[in-house]
């Protein structure tokens, strides 16, 4: 009887001791929280948990020395960070950061990177000059995820999850199915292409959401007047780095509804503000080839594909556009009023035949 029971008492043991072992295994092999930097054919098809938390872990548990900041949001985090050729750039851009966010972003990566990038390429969005009430739990939220990745037994806490089990197995399924968005371990993300049917569908659900009385950003938006404030910090605050702040573009149909909802003043004080502070801004939101073949460029109304990123790469840098191009435009305080008169104009027609009705109703 007292054999049975000691060789209970191990094998149960055993089997405690196994477990955690299986688990932190996988999670580590798989390491979906981006913990590591382990890398392998299996774990290229990451699942997005949090965006804010997963490049806050990359930043935190890499070697980071890098030359360029990317900061912005979804629309920005699309574009490829290796297509700046010749510059080490990393993209901090995460879904949904607010105005007020970026700061602690580019500060805390500025630590990491332990001393001031080059270059700092803003993203900057129409909806985010917008009057906001931003939650408390959002403002700290950047704070929260910087001081929890620097905890001493963060590491330990996420392999040993059976949360990170669930991301890290759906991260294998992915490998299996190879989703149609992912980031693979660089910090890239990959996007397939939508069939036109799919995308008629996606595109006439986000512009019934945008002309909706309760959802909508544009029929609820109010100018921030802080706005130019906020960016002028960000300039105060890095000295050393050159900032180029730009302008993702969206479908051509969204230009449609900035004059259906009568945003077109605010549209330019916007623009206003930005030149203002940096003297210069390069613009891609607004009709153009690009904009115009949405359903070729875009994956839904203000996503463009990551070959439209790369695009914005070369405009920005690798080939500085000095004026206009078939894609975006280079604006300044000097040449304002006469691309002001242009854009009004290319805005004013932009009528789609496919969404127009939608967006009138």
Same mark, same amino acid.
């Given at each position: ?17 196994? @477990?955690?072992?299986?688990? %932190?295994? $996988?999670?580590? =092999?798989?390491?979906? /929280? ?6 392998? *054919? &299996? ?102 995820? @910087?001081?929890?990745?620097? %905890?001493? $037994?963060?590491? =330990?806490?996420?392999? /040993? ?6 991301? *890290? &197995? ?192």
């Amino acid at each position: 009887m007292e054999t049975i029971k000691k060789y209970w008492l191990i094998k149960t043991g055993l089997i405690a001791l196994i @477990i955690p072992l299986l688990v %932190s295994g $996988f999670n580590y =092999i798989m390491d979906p /929280l981006l913990c590591f930097s382990i890398s392998h *054919a &299996y774990n290229q098809y990451q699942v997005e948990i949090d965006e804010r938390k997963q490049k806050t872990n990359y930043i935190t548990f890499r070697g980071f020395n890098y030359r360029g900041l990317l900061i912005g949001s979804s629309r920005c985090a699309f574009i490829p960070q290796d297509s700046f050729k010749g510059l080490p750039v990393y993209n901090y851009s995460v879904n949904g950061i607010r105005i007020e966010e970026i700061s602690p972003f580019i500060n805390y990566a500025k630590k990491r990177n332990g001393r001031d990038f080059d270059y700092i390429f803003l993203g900057l969005d129409f909806e985010n000059a917008s009057l906001f009430d931003v939650h408390p739990m959002i403002k700290s939220m950047t704070e929260k995820n @910087i001081k929890e990745s620097n %905890s001493i $037994f963060y590491r =330990i806490k996420t392999v /040993l999850s059976i949360d990170t089990v669930r991301y *890290a &197995y759906k991260n294998l399924q992915n490998f299996r199915k190879k989703p149609w968005r992912y980031y693979d371990r660089n910090n890239i993300q990959h996007v397939k292409k939508h069939t036109r049917e799919e995308l008629i569908e996606i595109y006439t659900m986000n512009f019934k959401q945008y002309m909706d009385k309760k959802q909508s950003p544009y029929l609820k938006f109010v100018y921030n007047s802080n706005y130019r404030a906020i960016l002028e910090q960000y300039k105060k605050e890095n000295p050393r780095s050159t900032i180029v702040p730009f302008i993702a573009p969206t479908a051509t149909p969204f230009m449609e509804m900035i004059v259906n909802c009568g945003l077109v003043d605010d549209y330019f004080r916007w623009l206003s503000d930005i030149l203002d502070v940096f003297g210069s801004i390069y613009l891609f939101m607004y009709p153009n080839e690009v904009t115009n073949d949405y359903f070729n460029n875009f994956f839904d109304p203000i996503h463009a594909y990551p070959s439209v990123g790369a695009m914005m790469a070369d405009a920005v840098y690798n080939n500085k556009i000095r004026g206009d191009s078939k894609f975006g435009m280079l604006i300044t305080r000097s040449n304002f009023k006469e691309k002001r008169a242009l854009l009004e104009r290319l805005i004013k027609n932009a009528h789609d035949a496919q969404f127009g009705p939608l967006i009138r109703n």
